[in-house]
Protein backbone atom coordinates (compact mmCIF):
# COMPACT_ATOMS: atom_id res chain seq x y z
CA UNK A 1 0.00 0.00 0.00
CA UNK A 2 1.04 3.53 -0.80
CA UNK A 3 1.93 6.02 1.42
CA UNK A 4 -1.09 8.41 2.46
CA UNK A 5 -1.07 11.70 0.62
CA UNK A 6 -2.94 13.53 3.12
CA UNK A 7 -3.04 11.56 6.25
CA UNK A 8 -5.36 13.85 7.78
CA UNK A 9 -8.36 13.64 5.20
CA UNK A 10 -10.98 11.74 7.04
CA UNK A 11 -10.68 14.50 9.97
CA UNK A 12 -10.37 17.55 7.24
CA UNK A 13 -13.53 15.98 5.42
CA UNK A 14 -15.21 15.84 8.40
CA UNK A 15 -14.66 19.24 9.62
CA UNK A 16 -15.76 20.74 5.87
CA UNK A 17 -19.00 18.53 6.32
CA UNK A 18 -19.63 20.25 9.42
CA UNK A 19 -18.76 23.73 9.06
CA UNK A 20 -19.52 23.93 5.04
CA UNK A 21 -18.93 27.84 4.65
CA UNK A 22 -15.47 28.52 5.02
CA UNK A 23 -15.13 25.91 2.32
CA UNK A 24 -16.27 26.76 -1.32
CA UNK A 25 -18.31 23.62 -1.84
CA UNK A 26 -18.18 21.57 -5.27
CA UNK A 27 -21.49 22.25 -7.83
CA UNK A 28 -22.89 18.79 -8.90
CA UNK A 29 -25.26 18.30 -12.27
CA UNK A 30 -26.70 15.47 -12.83
CA UNK A 31 -28.22 14.82 -15.84
CA UNK A 32 -27.34 18.66 -16.79
CA UNK A 33 -28.98 19.33 -13.91
CA UNK A 34 -27.43 20.88 -10.77
CA UNK A 35 -28.62 18.25 -7.68
CA UNK A 36 -28.01 18.55 -4.15
CA UNK A 37 -25.39 15.66 -3.01
CA UNK A 38 -25.03 15.01 1.08
CA UNK A 39 -21.97 15.43 1.86
CA UNK A 40 -21.47 17.73 -1.12
CA UNK A 41 -17.80 16.98 -2.49
CA UNK A 42 -14.80 19.01 -1.67
CA UNK A 43 -11.68 19.58 -3.52
CA UNK A 44 -8.93 18.44 -0.76
CA UNK A 45 -4.99 18.92 -2.00
CA UNK A 46 -6.20 18.84 -5.34
CA UNK A 47 -8.25 15.68 -5.16
CA UNK A 48 -12.00 15.54 -5.51
CA UNK A 49 -13.18 14.18 -2.60
CA UNK A 50 -16.50 12.70 -2.28
CA UNK A 51 -19.43 10.04 -1.16
CA UNK A 52 -19.63 8.15 -4.41
CA UNK A 53 -23.38 6.29 -2.99
CA UNK A 54 -24.85 9.18 -2.94
CA UNK A 55 -23.70 10.09 -6.78
CA UNK A 56 -24.59 6.27 -8.27
CA UNK A 57 -27.71 5.75 -6.62
CA UNK A 58 -29.10 8.49 -9.00
CA UNK A 59 -27.55 6.62 -12.42
CA UNK A 60 -29.38 3.40 -11.52
CA UNK A 61 -26.77 1.54 -10.03
CA UNK A 62 -27.06 -0.82 -7.04
CA UNK A 63 -24.98 -0.15 -3.38
CA UNK A 64 -24.51 -2.03 -0.43
CA UNK A 65 -22.18 -2.50 2.87
CA UNK A 66 -19.69 -5.68 2.27
CA UNK A 67 -17.08 -6.63 5.17
CA UNK A 68 -15.14 -3.80 7.07
CA UNK A 69 -17.38 -0.97 6.33
CA UNK A 70 -16.45 -1.66 2.48
CA UNK A 71 -18.86 -0.16 -0.53
CA UNK A 72 -20.10 -2.26 -3.23
CA UNK A 73 -21.71 -0.75 -6.50
CA UNK A 74 -23.44 -2.90 -8.80
CA UNK A 75 -23.75 -0.96 -12.49
CA UNK A 76 -26.74 -1.74 -14.57
CA UNK A 77 -24.23 -3.84 -16.46
CA UNK A 78 -23.92 -5.83 -13.30
CA UNK A 79 -20.21 -4.64 -13.67
CA UNK A 80 -19.52 -4.99 -9.89
CA UNK A 81 -16.92 -1.99 -8.00
CA UNK A 82 -15.75 -2.64 -4.22
CA UNK A 83 -14.35 0.26 -2.46
CA UNK A 84 -12.72 -0.07 1.14
CA UNK A 85 -11.03 2.46 3.76
CA UNK A 86 -7.74 2.11 4.08
CA UNK A 87 -7.06 1.51 0.44
CA UNK A 88 -5.82 3.54 -1.75
CA UNK A 89 -6.92 0.96 -4.78
CA UNK A 90 -10.39 -0.26 -5.61
CA UNK A 91 -11.78 -3.32 -7.87
CA UNK A 92 -14.14 -3.86 -10.69
CA UNK A 93 -15.02 -7.41 -11.28
CA UNK A 94 -11.75 -8.12 -9.41
CA UNK A 95 -9.24 -6.09 -10.76
CA UNK A 96 -7.74 -4.03 -9.09
CA UNK A 97 -7.25 -0.24 -10.23
CA UNK A 98 -5.20 2.85 -8.32
CA UNK A 99 -7.00 5.83 -6.84
CA UNK A 100 -5.27 9.13 -5.94
CA UNK A 101 -5.57 8.90 -2.15
CA UNK A 102 -7.03 6.34 0.12
CA UNK A 103 -10.94 5.92 0.93
CA UNK A 104 -11.98 6.46 4.51
CA UNK A 105 -15.18 6.90 6.88
CA UNK A 106 -16.39 10.17 7.40
CA UNK A 107 -19.65 10.45 9.40
CA UNK A 108 -20.74 6.48 8.34
CA UNK A 109 -20.24 7.29 4.84
CA UNK A 110 -17.25 5.70 2.78
CA UNK A 111 -15.31 8.99 0.88
CA UNK A 112 -12.93 8.48 -2.02
CA UNK A 113 -11.38 10.45 -4.83
CA UNK A 114 -14.59 10.77 -7.14
CA UNK A 115 -13.16 10.61 -10.48
CA UNK A 116 -11.93 7.38 -10.67
CA UNK A 117 -14.73 5.96 -9.05
CA UNK A 118 -17.38 7.74 -11.41
CA UNK A 119 -15.57 6.88 -14.31
CA UNK A 120 -15.77 2.80 -13.57
CA UNK A 121 -19.27 3.22 -12.85
CA UNK A 122 -19.08 4.14 -16.77
CA UNK A 123 -19.97 7.32 -16.59
CA UNK A 124 -18.98 10.52 -18.89
CA UNK A 125 -17.37 12.73 -15.89
CA UNK A 126 -16.23 16.37 -16.63
CA UNK A 127 -14.09 18.57 -13.75
CA UNK A 128 -14.08 22.27 -14.11
CA UNK A 129 -11.85 23.29 -11.48
CA UNK A 130 -11.88 26.87 -12.36
CA UNK A 131 -15.43 27.01 -11.28
CA UNK A 132 -15.41 24.27 -9.25
CA UNK A 133 -18.19 22.05 -11.27
CA UNK A 134 -18.67 18.09 -11.70
CA UNK A 135 -20.75 16.82 -14.12
CA UNK A 136 -21.84 13.12 -14.89
CA UNK A 137 -23.34 12.06 -17.62
CA UNK A 138 -24.30 9.05 -19.62
CA UNK A 139 -23.74 7.66 -23.01
CA UNK A 140 -25.92 6.00 -25.56
CA UNK A 141 -25.18 2.46 -25.51
CA UNK A 142 -27.75 1.53 -28.72
CA UNK A 143 -30.42 2.88 -30.88
CA UNK A 144 -32.50 0.36 -33.14
CA UNK A 145 -35.53 0.68 -34.94
CA UNK A 146 -38.07 -2.06 -35.50
CA UNK A 147 -40.53 -0.85 -38.30
CA UNK A 148 -43.21 -1.78 -40.74
CA UNK A 149 -45.77 -0.21 -42.58
CA UNK A 150 -48.18 0.13 -39.89
CA UNK A 151 -45.67 1.77 -37.25
CA UNK A 152 -42.01 1.92 -35.49
CA UNK A 153 -40.54 1.41 -32.73
CA UNK A 154 -37.25 3.59 -32.19
CA UNK A 155 -35.29 1.85 -28.77
CA UNK A 156 -32.41 4.28 -27.09
CA UNK A 157 -30.54 2.78 -24.89
CA UNK A 158 -28.46 4.19 -22.33
CA UNK A 159 -25.62 2.90 -19.95
CA UNK A 160 -26.76 4.62 -17.25
CA UNK A 161 -30.03 6.30 -16.29
CA UNK A 162 -31.21 8.62 -17.92
CA UNK A 163 -34.77 10.39 -18.85
CA UNK A 164 -35.94 11.62 -22.39
CA UNK A 165 -38.57 14.75 -23.44
CA UNK A 166 -40.73 14.61 -26.21
CA UNK A 167 -41.32 17.43 -28.70
CA UNK A 168 -42.88 17.66 -32.35
CA UNK A 169 -41.88 20.39 -35.03
CA UNK A 170 -43.44 20.60 -38.32
CA UNK A 171 -41.99 22.14 -42.00
CA UNK A 172 -40.95 19.04 -42.08
CA UNK A 173 -43.50 17.02 -39.77
CA UNK A 174 -40.57 15.48 -37.28
CA UNK A 175 -41.04 14.45 -33.62
CA UNK A 176 -37.70 14.44 -31.60
CA UNK A 177 -36.77 13.16 -27.97
CA UNK A 178 -33.96 15.21 -25.63
CA UNK A 179 -31.93 13.19 -23.65
CA UNK A 180 -30.30 15.69 -21.20
CA UNK A 181 -27.21 14.74 -19.23
CA UNK A 182 -26.57 11.95 -22.47
CA UNK A 183 -23.67 11.25 -24.86
CA UNK A 184 -24.48 10.13 -28.37
CA UNK A 185 -21.04 10.58 -29.85
CA UNK A 186 -19.31 7.32 -30.29
CA UNK A 187 -22.21 4.99 -31.94
CA UNK A 188 -20.99 3.74 -35.08
CA UNK A 189 -23.81 5.20 -37.32
CA UNK A 190 -25.96 8.64 -36.95
CA UNK A 191 -28.90 7.14 -38.35
CA UNK A 192 -31.46 4.69 -40.04
CA UNK A 193 -33.21 4.72 -43.38
CA UNK A 194 -36.88 3.21 -42.99
CA UNK A 195 -38.83 4.57 -45.77
CA UNK A 196 -41.54 2.44 -43.96
CA UNK A 197 -45.52 4.31 -43.14
CA UNK A 198 -45.54 7.42 -42.00
CA UNK A 199 -41.15 7.05 -40.97
CA UNK A 200 -38.93 8.04 -43.58
CA UNK A 201 -35.90 8.07 -41.65
CA UNK A 202 -34.57 8.01 -37.80
CA UNK A 203 -31.66 10.28 -37.02
CA UNK A 204 -29.44 11.07 -33.69
CA UNK A 205 -26.35 13.97 -32.81
CA UNK A 206 -25.11 15.52 -29.80
CA UNK A 207 -27.52 18.75 -29.16
CA UNK A 208 -25.74 20.55 -26.84
CA UNK A 209 -22.33 19.70 -25.31
CA UNK A 210 -22.73 21.86 -22.02
CA UNK A 211 -24.66 20.72 -20.28
CA UNK A 212 -24.83 17.33 -22.63
CA UNK A 213 -28.04 16.72 -24.45
CA UNK A 214 -28.32 13.70 -26.78
CA UNK A 215 -30.95 14.38 -29.57
CA UNK A 216 -32.75 11.14 -31.39
CA UNK A 217 -35.39 12.53 -34.07
CA UNK A 218 -37.74 10.65 -36.43
CA UNK A 219 -38.57 12.05 -40.13
CA UNK A 220 -42.00 11.66 -40.95
CA UNK A 221 -43.67 11.99 -44.54
CA UNK A 222 -46.90 13.01 -42.10
CA UNK A 223 -48.59 13.98 -38.97
CA UNK A 224 -48.70 10.79 -37.10
CA UNK A 225 -48.90 9.98 -33.03
CA UNK A 226 -45.67 9.36 -31.51
CA UNK A 227 -45.12 8.81 -27.90
CA UNK A 228 -42.56 8.00 -25.57
CA UNK A 229 -42.11 5.19 -23.32
CA UNK A 230 -39.15 4.89 -20.83
CA UNK A 231 -37.86 2.09 -19.69
CA UNK A 232 -38.47 0.26 -16.14
CA UNK A 233 -34.90 0.17 -15.14
CA UNK A 234 -34.70 4.12 -16.24
CA UNK A 235 -31.81 3.22 -19.20
CA UNK A 236 -33.53 5.71 -21.76
CA UNK A 237 -37.12 4.30 -23.57
CA UNK A 238 -38.44 4.48 -26.82
CA UNK A 239 -40.60 6.38 -29.47
CA UNK A 240 -43.57 4.45 -30.43
CA UNK A 241 -44.96 5.52 -34.18
CA UNK A 242 -47.90 4.88 -34.83
CA UNK A 243 -49.66 1.05 -34.09
CA UNK A 244 -46.53 -0.77 -33.04
CA UNK A 245 -47.30 -4.72 -32.32
CA UNK A 246 -43.81 -5.74 -31.05
CA UNK A 247 -43.49 -8.08 -34.00
CA UNK A 248 -41.63 -5.30 -36.05
CA UNK A 249 -38.31 -6.31 -37.76
CA UNK A 250 -35.19 -4.44 -37.08
CA UNK A 251 -34.08 -2.10 -39.48
CA UNK A 252 -30.25 -1.90 -40.19
CA UNK A 253 -29.85 0.35 -43.51
CA UNK A 254 -27.59 3.28 -42.61
CA UNK A 255 -26.98 4.23 -45.92
CA UNK A 256 -29.36 5.18 -49.02
CA UNK A 257 -28.12 3.62 -52.85
CA UNK A 258 -28.43 5.94 -55.47
CA UNK A 259 -30.13 3.27 -58.02
CA UNK A 260 -30.21 5.01 -61.28
CA UNK A 261 -29.01 8.23 -62.70
CA UNK A 262 -31.31 9.46 -65.94
CA UNK A 263 -31.31 12.40 -68.33
CA UNK A 264 -34.04 13.23 -70.80
CA UNK A 265 -34.80 16.26 -73.00
CA UNK A 266 -38.86 16.02 -73.37
CA UNK A 267 -38.35 19.63 -75.51
CA UNK A 268 -36.03 21.83 -76.84
CA UNK A 269 -36.52 24.31 -73.82
CA UNK A 270 -36.83 21.49 -71.15
CA UNK A 271 -33.94 19.26 -69.32
CA UNK A 272 -34.48 16.62 -66.82
CA UNK A 273 -31.92 15.21 -64.74
CA UNK A 274 -33.22 12.53 -62.01
CA UNK A 275 -31.41 10.91 -59.46
CA UNK A 276 -33.41 7.57 -57.87
CA UNK A 277 -32.63 6.42 -54.52
CA UNK A 278 -33.59 3.02 -52.58
CA UNK A 279 -34.98 6.13 -50.00
CA UNK A 280 -35.70 9.38 -49.53
CA UNK A 281 -32.58 11.43 -48.00
CA UNK A 282 -32.01 15.16 -47.36
CA UNK A 283 -29.80 17.14 -49.97
CA UNK A 284 -28.28 20.49 -50.71
CA UNK A 285 -27.89 22.34 -54.34
CA UNK A 286 -25.19 24.53 -55.42
CA UNK A 287 -25.06 26.92 -58.30
CA UNK A 288 -21.51 28.16 -59.37
CA UNK A 289 -20.44 30.34 -62.18
CA UNK A 290 -16.58 29.37 -62.89
CA UNK A 291 -16.79 26.92 -64.72
CA UNK A 292 -20.98 27.04 -64.62
CA UNK A 293 -22.57 24.20 -62.80
CA UNK A 294 -24.97 22.68 -60.81
CA UNK A 295 -23.75 20.48 -57.71
CA UNK A 296 -26.17 18.18 -55.90
CA UNK A 297 -25.03 16.99 -52.88
CA UNK A 298 -26.47 13.74 -51.13
CA UNK A 299 -24.49 13.35 -47.86
CA UNK A 300 -26.57 10.10 -46.63
CA UNK A 301 -26.30 7.96 -50.09
CA UNK A 302 -23.70 6.07 -52.07
CA UNK A 303 -23.90 5.39 -55.61
CA UNK A 304 -24.05 1.72 -56.94
CA UNK A 305 -20.86 2.78 -58.65
CA UNK A 306 -19.23 6.20 -59.89
CA UNK A 307 -20.29 7.20 -63.33
CA UNK A 308 -17.51 9.50 -65.46
CA UNK A 309 -18.96 12.82 -67.00
CA UNK A 310 -21.80 11.43 -69.79
CA UNK A 311 -23.01 13.98 -72.21
CA UNK A 312 -26.61 15.35 -71.85
CA UNK A 313 -28.60 16.33 -74.94
CA UNK A 314 -30.39 20.08 -75.06
CA UNK A 315 -29.48 23.33 -74.51
CA UNK A 316 -28.68 23.20 -70.98
CA UNK A 317 -26.61 20.78 -69.59
CA UNK A 318 -23.24 20.02 -71.26
CA UNK A 319 -22.41 16.33 -68.60
CA UNK A 320 -23.53 14.94 -65.90
CA UNK A 321 -21.04 13.45 -63.26
CA UNK A 322 -21.73 11.04 -60.41
CA UNK A 323 -18.97 10.80 -57.97
CA UNK A 324 -18.86 8.82 -54.53
CA UNK A 325 -18.05 5.09 -53.18
CA UNK A 326 -20.00 2.37 -53.18
CA UNK A 327 -21.79 1.85 -49.65
CA UNK A 328 -19.90 4.94 -48.02
CA UNK A 329 -22.59 7.90 -47.56
CA UNK A 330 -21.44 10.87 -49.68
CA UNK A 331 -22.17 11.23 -53.31
CA UNK A 332 -22.13 14.22 -55.50
CA UNK A 333 -24.12 14.96 -58.63
CA UNK A 334 -22.16 17.74 -60.88
CA UNK A 335 -23.75 18.93 -64.02
CA UNK A 336 -21.64 20.81 -66.15
CA UNK A 337 -23.63 23.74 -67.54
CA UNK A 338 -23.97 25.44 -71.33
CA UNK A 339 -25.61 28.05 -69.66
CA UNK A 340 -27.53 28.73 -66.54
CA UNK A 341 -31.14 28.94 -66.61
CA UNK A 342 -33.93 29.03 -63.96
CA UNK A 343 -34.25 25.21 -62.61
CA UNK A 344 -35.95 23.47 -59.80
CA UNK A 345 -35.61 20.53 -57.22
CA UNK A 346 -38.86 18.28 -56.64
CA UNK A 347 -38.97 15.41 -54.61
CA UNK A 348 -40.63 11.97 -55.85
CA UNK A 349 -41.81 9.13 -54.00
CA UNK A 350 -42.30 6.22 -56.34
CA UNK A 351 -40.16 5.79 -57.61
CA UNK A 352 -38.27 7.84 -54.93
CA UNK A 353 -35.83 10.04 -56.69
CA UNK A 354 -34.60 13.88 -56.81
CA UNK A 355 -35.40 15.80 -59.87
CA UNK A 356 -33.32 18.84 -61.45
CA UNK A 357 -35.79 20.09 -64.06
CA UNK A 358 -34.31 23.10 -66.18
CA UNK A 359 -37.17 25.09 -68.04
CA UNK A 360 -36.78 28.35 -70.06
CA UNK A 361 -39.44 30.71 -69.85
CA UNK A 362 -40.50 33.61 -71.29
CA UNK A 363 -39.31 37.19 -69.49
CA UNK A 364 -42.96 38.62 -70.41
CA UNK A 365 -44.83 35.47 -68.37
CA UNK A 366 -42.98 36.97 -65.16
CA UNK A 367 -44.33 38.77 -62.07
CA UNK A 368 -41.27 40.30 -60.88
CA UNK A 369 -40.72 42.97 -57.73
CA UNK A 370 -37.78 45.10 -57.75
CA UNK A 371 -37.43 46.99 -54.49
CA UNK A 372 -35.52 50.14 -54.24
CA UNK A 373 -33.42 49.68 -50.89
CA UNK A 374 -34.11 52.29 -47.60
CA UNK A 375 -36.17 55.45 -48.64
CA UNK A 376 -37.74 58.39 -46.65
CA UNK A 377 -36.66 58.72 -43.31
CA UNK A 378 -33.90 55.55 -43.62
CA UNK A 379 -31.18 57.05 -45.97
CA UNK A 380 -29.35 54.16 -46.09
CA UNK A 381 -25.18 54.52 -46.97
CA UNK A 382 -24.10 58.10 -47.33
CA UNK A 383 -21.39 59.46 -49.84
CA UNK A 384 -20.20 62.89 -49.70
CA UNK A 385 -22.65 63.79 -52.13
CA UNK A 386 -25.07 60.90 -52.84
CA UNK A 387 -27.44 59.07 -50.33
CA UNK A 388 -27.92 55.72 -51.04
CA UNK A 389 -31.86 55.90 -51.34
CA UNK A 390 -31.89 57.97 -54.46
CA UNK A 391 -29.24 55.56 -55.91
CA UNK A 392 -31.63 52.77 -55.62
CA UNK A 393 -34.68 54.50 -56.43
CA UNK A 394 -33.13 55.88 -59.77
CA UNK A 395 -31.77 52.43 -60.58
CA UNK A 396 -34.44 50.63 -59.57
CA UNK A 397 -36.90 52.43 -62.21
CA UNK A 398 -34.88 51.89 -64.76
CA UNK A 399 -35.20 48.38 -64.49
CA UNK A 400 -38.78 48.33 -64.04
CA UNK A 401 -38.91 50.11 -67.26
CA UNK A 402 -36.49 47.57 -69.10
CA UNK A 403 -38.12 44.82 -67.78
CA UNK A 404 -41.77 46.20 -69.17
CA UNK A 405 -40.22 46.74 -72.42
CA UNK A 406 -39.61 42.92 -72.64
CA UNK A 407 -42.81 42.40 -71.26
CA UNK A 408 -42.41 41.23 -67.57
CA UNK A 409 -45.52 42.53 -64.96
CA UNK A 410 -43.32 44.88 -62.99
CA UNK A 411 -43.76 46.14 -59.02
CA UNK A 412 -42.06 48.77 -57.63
CA UNK A 413 -41.89 48.29 -53.71
CA UNK A 414 -41.88 51.97 -53.23
CA UNK A 415 -42.34 54.66 -56.54
CA UNK A 416 -40.74 57.67 -54.57
CA UNK A 417 -38.63 58.86 -51.38
CA UNK A 418 -41.13 57.11 -49.37
CA UNK A 419 -40.03 55.17 -46.22
CA UNK A 420 -41.29 51.09 -46.30
CA UNK A 421 -41.54 48.82 -43.33
CA UNK A 422 -38.73 45.84 -44.19
CA UNK A 423 -40.90 42.87 -43.60
CA UNK A 424 -43.81 44.88 -45.66
CA UNK A 425 -41.35 44.70 -48.79
CA UNK A 426 -40.87 40.49 -49.04
CA UNK A 427 -44.62 40.60 -47.82
CA UNK A 428 -45.67 42.23 -51.19
CA UNK A 429 -44.32 39.91 -53.25
CA UNK A 430 -45.58 37.25 -51.65
CA UNK A 431 -49.29 38.83 -51.41
CA UNK A 432 -48.96 38.80 -55.53
CA UNK A 433 -47.83 35.83 -56.11
CA UNK A 434 -44.14 37.35 -57.62
CA UNK A 435 -42.01 34.85 -59.76
CA UNK A 436 -38.92 36.81 -58.76
CA UNK A 437 -37.87 39.54 -55.97
CA UNK A 438 -34.85 41.94 -56.53
CA UNK A 439 -33.67 44.74 -54.26
CA UNK A 440 -31.23 47.07 -55.16
CA UNK A 441 -28.57 48.42 -52.71
CA UNK A 442 -25.03 50.26 -52.53
CA UNK A 443 -22.74 49.09 -49.96
CA UNK A 444 -20.79 50.86 -47.30
CA UNK A 445 -17.60 50.36 -44.77
CA UNK A 446 -17.74 51.64 -41.74
CA UNK A 447 -14.05 53.44 -42.44
CA UNK A 448 -14.52 55.24 -45.85
CA UNK A 449 -12.60 54.23 -49.03
CA UNK A 450 -11.83 50.93 -48.03
CA UNK A 451 -14.44 48.85 -49.68
CA UNK A 452 -14.81 48.09 -53.13
CA UNK A 453 -16.63 46.25 -55.78
CA UNK A 454 -20.07 44.16 -56.67
CA UNK A 455 -21.69 41.80 -54.83
CA UNK A 456 -24.92 40.05 -54.37
CA UNK A 457 -26.64 38.20 -51.65
CA UNK A 458 -29.05 35.35 -51.36
CA UNK A 459 -30.77 33.40 -48.43
CA UNK A 460 -32.52 30.52 -49.77
CA UNK A 461 -30.91 27.18 -52.24
CA UNK A 462 -33.25 27.85 -54.83
CA UNK A 463 -32.22 31.70 -55.15
CA UNK A 464 -28.69 30.97 -55.62
CA UNK A 465 -28.50 30.08 -59.54
CA UNK A 466 -30.79 33.79 -59.77
CA UNK A 467 -27.91 35.65 -57.93
CA UNK A 468 -25.24 34.24 -60.25
CA UNK A 469 -26.32 35.21 -63.48
CA UNK A 470 -27.11 38.60 -61.70
CA UNK A 471 -24.57 38.79 -60.59
CA UNK A 472 -21.94 37.91 -63.68
CA UNK A 473 -24.20 40.56 -65.62
CA UNK A 474 -23.20 43.17 -63.18
CA UNK A 475 -19.85 42.41 -62.46
CA UNK A 476 -19.51 42.43 -66.00
CA UNK A 477 -21.64 45.59 -66.58
CA UNK A 478 -19.76 47.80 -64.16
CA UNK A 479 -15.87 46.44 -64.21
CA UNK A 480 -15.58 46.77 -60.51
CA UNK A 481 -13.81 44.40 -58.56
CA UNK A 482 -16.13 40.81 -57.86
CA UNK A 483 -16.54 40.16 -54.29
CA UNK A 484 -18.44 37.03 -55.42
CA UNK A 485 -21.92 36.16 -54.79
CA UNK A 486 -22.43 35.43 -50.93
CA UNK A 487 -25.13 34.05 -48.41
CA UNK A 488 -26.55 36.40 -45.94
CA UNK A 489 -29.17 36.05 -43.64
CA UNK A 490 -31.59 39.31 -44.59
CA UNK A 491 -35.22 39.80 -44.27
CA UNK A 492 -35.91 40.35 -47.58
CA UNK A 493 -34.27 37.39 -49.16
CA UNK A 494 -35.28 35.25 -46.37
CA UNK A 495 -38.74 36.16 -45.95
CA UNK A 496 -39.40 36.21 -49.84
CA UNK A 497 -41.18 32.75 -50.65
CA UNK A 498 -40.03 33.34 -54.56
CA UNK A 499 -36.53 33.60 -55.82
CA UNK A 500 -35.04 36.52 -53.82
CA UNK A 501 -31.91 38.53 -54.63
CA UNK A 502 -30.14 41.38 -53.20
CA UNK A 503 -27.42 43.34 -55.25
CA UNK A 504 -24.71 45.65 -53.92
CA UNK A 505 -24.03 47.74 -57.12
CA UNK A 506 -20.88 49.46 -55.50
CA UNK A 507 -19.31 51.15 -51.92
CA UNK A 508 -21.00 54.17 -51.93
CA UNK A 509 -18.27 56.10 -49.07
CA UNK A 510 -15.16 55.04 -51.10
CA UNK A 511 -14.77 58.46 -53.13
CA UNK A 512 -14.15 56.04 -56.63
CA UNK A 513 -17.17 54.32 -56.66
CA UNK A 514 -19.49 57.17 -55.71
CA UNK A 515 -18.26 59.48 -58.71
CA UNK A 516 -19.05 56.32 -60.49
CA UNK A 517 -22.34 56.01 -59.19
CA UNK A 518 -22.94 59.68 -59.82
CA UNK A 519 -22.91 59.73 -63.31
CA UNK A 520 -26.08 58.80 -65.13
CA UNK A 521 -24.79 56.43 -67.72
CA UNK A 522 -23.14 54.15 -64.95
CA UNK A 523 -26.55 53.58 -63.23
CA UNK A 524 -28.30 52.81 -66.54
CA UNK A 525 -25.46 50.36 -67.22
CA UNK A 526 -26.58 49.07 -63.86
CA UNK A 527 -30.16 49.21 -64.64
CA UNK A 528 -29.32 47.10 -68.09
CA UNK A 529 -27.43 44.22 -66.78
CA UNK A 530 -30.11 43.66 -63.77
CA UNK A 531 -32.69 43.88 -66.23
CA UNK A 532 -30.33 41.52 -68.94
CA UNK A 533 -29.73 38.84 -65.61
CA UNK A 534 -33.62 38.55 -64.83
CA UNK A 535 -33.91 37.73 -68.72
CA UNK A 536 -31.01 35.41 -68.87
CA UNK A 537 -32.27 33.53 -66.21
CA UNK A 538 -35.65 33.07 -67.14
CA UNK A 539 -34.86 32.82 -70.89
CA UNK A 540 -31.55 31.40 -70.86
CA UNK A 541 -28.25 33.08 -72.03
CA UNK A 542 -28.53 31.62 -75.52
CA UNK A 543 -31.50 33.69 -77.17
CA UNK A 544 -34.61 35.30 -76.36
CA UNK A 545 -37.89 33.67 -77.08
CA UNK A 546 -40.26 35.37 -79.03
CA UNK A 547 -44.01 35.87 -78.00
CA UNK A 548 -46.29 32.19 -79.05
CA UNK A 549 -42.40 30.01 -79.45
CA UNK A 550 -43.77 28.10 -76.02
CA UNK A 551 -47.11 27.75 -77.06
CA UNK A 552 -48.60 29.93 -73.92
Known amino acids: MQQRPWPMAAILFAALVIAPPGHAAVTVRLHGQVTDVSPAPQ?????????????????????????????????????????????????????????????????????????????????????????GRLDVETRIAAIEVHADEQGARIDVRSELATSGTLAHMDGPERSYVDLPGAWVKGLEHERTLVNLGAVLRVRWGQFEQDPAIARVVVDLRERVDVRWEPRADGLGGSMIVGDVQGDEPLIERHVATITRLLTS???????????????????????????????????????????????????????????????????????????LVHFEVVESDHPTAVTIIFRRGRIADRRIVIDPGHGGRDSGARGTRLLEKDVNLDVARQVARLLMEMGASVVLTRESDVFVDL??????????????????????????NTGRGTETYYY?????????????????????????????????????????????????????????????????????????????????????LEPGEMGM
Open 265 to 339: TPGEDTTLVTVELSDPVPFEYKTYADPPRVVLELPDAAPIMPIAPVAVDGPFVATASLDGARGQAGATLTLAMRQ
Open 423 to 448: YERPRMANRIGADLFLSVHCNAMPKP
Open 460 to 544: HDFSQCLAVVVHQALVAALGRRDNGVRWANFCVTRESEMPAVLVELMYLNTDEEEALLARPEVRTAAAEAIAEGLRQYVEGTART
Open 43 to 131: LTDKVLLGAPASIVGRLGCRFMSGDGHSLIIITPSERRIVLTPGSDRFTVDGRPLPMPGEAFMAADRLICPLIPVLEAVGAVVRWDPEV
